[in-house]
T-cell receptor, first 113, second 113 residues
Framework: AQSVTQLGSHVSVSEGALVLLRCNYS??????LFWYVQYPNQGLQLLLK??????LVKGINGFEAEFKKSETSFHLTKPSAHMSDAAEYFC???????????FGKGTKLTVNP | DAGVTQSPTHLIKTRGQQVTLRCSPISGHKSVSWYQQVLGQGPQFIFQ???????GRGNFPDRFSARQFPNYSSELNVNALLLGDSALYLC????????????FGSGTRLTVV
């Protein structure tokens, strides 16, 4: 069964610092992988997705993620944090041909001025 | 273009009651999925419907049911509500295939008292 683990339920960075949110997946076959962001009292917004094309994926708002099969990881990064990045971030996976998403527990990002 | 719309936005019910949540997908999207997000957790998959047929069901009791209409809108029904059903219920729509990413609505916040 597929599973997603997000390391660190809370991450705090200073404005302008590097953002690194960690995600590891467990799957018998390479899955499709997604990062979503959730602002308070809102739904989920897709940041980026990996679907077996390029391993370095660029998303919206300056975020990117790299798929590393050897490490079963799909970490999310942003070179310079902005105050507006403060939100909760979810990593999710799905198997090809299936539309069920399996989510991690989320990482709450705080950006300090 | 309208995104995924869900109604109502907030709902308060008493234990033992029944509730119906509604979702309208993005125009052209034939697949609708439902997720439950308990406070502090990642979303959990409940149902997926495509072309009015159930394509997947998560680990939820039979008190949870859903259906999809000819216009691809969907309803989620929960009977005999328990306090533990209090959560944000998210609807997501997508084109078929699962690789395009899922567009989520803003959710319905259900509180059971």
């Amino acid at each position: 069964a597929q599973s997603v683990t997000q390391l660190g339920s809370h991450v705090s960075v200073s404005e302008g610092a590097l953002v690194l949110l960690r995600c590891n997946y467990s799957s018998s076959v390479p899955p499709y992988l997604f990062w979503y962001v959730q602002y308070p009292n809102q739904g989920l917004q897709l940041l980026l997705k990996y679907t077996s094309a390029a391993t370095l994926v660029k998303g919206i708002n300056g975020f990117e993620a790299e798929f590393k099969k050897s490490e079963t990881s799909f970490h999310l990064t942003k070179p310079s944090a902005h105050m507006s990045d403060a939100a909760e971030y979810f990593c999710a996976s799905s198997q090809g041909g299936s539309e069920k998403l399996v989510f991690g527990k989320g990482t709450k990002l705080t950006v300090n001025p | 273009d309208a995104g995924v719309t869900q109604s109502p936005t907030h709902l308060i019910k008493t234990r033992g009651q029944q509730v119906t949540l509604r979702c309208s997908p993005i125009s052209g999207h034939k697949s609708v999925s439902w997720y439950q997000q308990v406070l502090g957790q990642g979303p959990q998959f409940i149902f997926q419907y495509y072309e009015k047929e159930e394509r997947g069901r998560g680990n939820f009791p039979d008190r949870f049911s859903a259906r999809q209409f000819p216009n691809y809108s969907s309803e989620l029904n929960v009977n005999a509500l328990l306090l533990g059903d209090s959560a944000l219920y998210l609807c997501a729509s997508s084109p078929p295939g699962g690789i395009y990413g899922y567009t989520f609505g803003s959710g319905t916040r259900l509180t059971v008292v």
